[in-house]
């Protein structure tokens, strides 16, 4: 039983690992193909490609987690590299957070001044909040660094201890810290998703009441079915490493590999929704198939 469940993780490893990787460099070499023949990038295209490049190596990191559960690789190779998955998870969590902003602007329509100049301004904003995402990720992850890592480190080696107990709670400053990471862009993202259901909503309220077929129905309906699926695995994302933090499951048993599954799936199964809901995405990911197979 025991070897069935090794082995059924670790085929689920790598086809998360293979998956993640294949559908997040896809869209980045559509997208360098692009930037070469047209000497430009669009905001949108330059942000899915620092989403992907992030993916990618969050990918990679987590699979060297899942070779630590499998004790197939060291401890002090995951030790040495979490700090790193720290910063490269929050890096991704924000610009997946600008994604969503960046579909409620140019989606929804809310009558608001505010809101106006951002459906304005969102693809000149795009390379700044990059940079300031960058930046914010930066500054974070080197607190946590210095204030956070007795605590993350006393969390691992718990977790990796054959004779386990619960670390100490850290300090409530270290807590402040670890939290300015994660929910101001979770608060973002919330915001844009409310708005955006809140403004499809209507709009299909007033379409059904003139009793008219509204032609763009369509892509917003495809936009906010990618945007709530996102949603359910942002919130995973965020369920499985606040469940890591407090230590709730045993090392190496069956729900701590359970929720390593579920943390996992999400920079694969998003990208896999990006590609299928953007229209010009999924035309060049089909052209780039179809050119592969004639070379062969």
């Not at 699979?63 to 190779?77: C, I």
């Given at each position: 039983m025991l070897e069935a469940q090794f082995i059924i993780f670790l085929l689920w490893a790598v086809m998360q690992s293979l998956t993640g990787v294949f559908a997040n460099g896809i869209i980045l070499v559509v997208n360098s193909i692009t930037l070469v023949r047209q000497r430009r990038l669009a905001s949108l295209d330059l942000l899915l490609s620092c989403l992907a490049t992030t993916r990618i190596c969050m990918q990679v990191l987590i699979?060297?987690?899942?070779?630590?559960?499998?004790?197939?690789?060291?401890?002090?190779?995951f030790t040495e590299n979490f700090l790193i998955l720290m910063f490269v998870n929050e890096l991704g969590l924000w610009f997946a957070t600008w994604l969503g902003v960046f579909y409620c602007a140019k989606i929804a329509t809310i009558p608001h001044p505010i809101f106006f100049w951002l459906k304005m301004r969102i693809s000149k904003l795009v390379p700044w909040l990059i940079l300031g995402s960058l930046l914010y990720s930066l500054i974070t992850s080197g607190l946590?660094?210095?204030?956070?890592?007795?605590?993350?480190?006393?969390?691992i080696m718990s977790y990796f201890s054959k004779n386990r107990t619960k670390t100490e709670?850290?300090?409530?400053?270290?807590?402040y810290i670890f939290l300015a990471g994660l929910i101001p862009p979770l608060l973002i993202f919330l915001v844009a998703v409310l708005l955006l259901v809140f403004s499809l909503g209507r709009h299909t309220q007033q379409m059904r009441t003139m009793g008219t077929r509204d032609p763009c129905r369509n892509p917003q309906v495809n936009a906010l079915l990618s945007i709530l699926s996102f949603l359910i695995l942002y919130f995973s994302h965020y369920a499985m490493t606040i469940l890591f933090c407090v230590q709730i499951f045993q090392f190496g048993s069956f729900p701590f590999r359970l929720c390593m599954m579920i943390a996992g799936a999400y920079p694969a199964g998003h990208s896999i929704i990006l590609i299928l809901g953007n229209a010009k995405m999924k035309q060049n990911v089909k052209m780039f198939l179809l050119h592969g197979k004639c070379c062969q």
């Open positions: 699979f060297n987690v899942h070779l630590v559960a499998l004790s197939l690789v060291k401890v002090y190779m946590q660094s210095k204030y956070m890592w007795p605590f993350y480190k006393g969390v709670d850290p300090p409530p400053d270290s807590l």
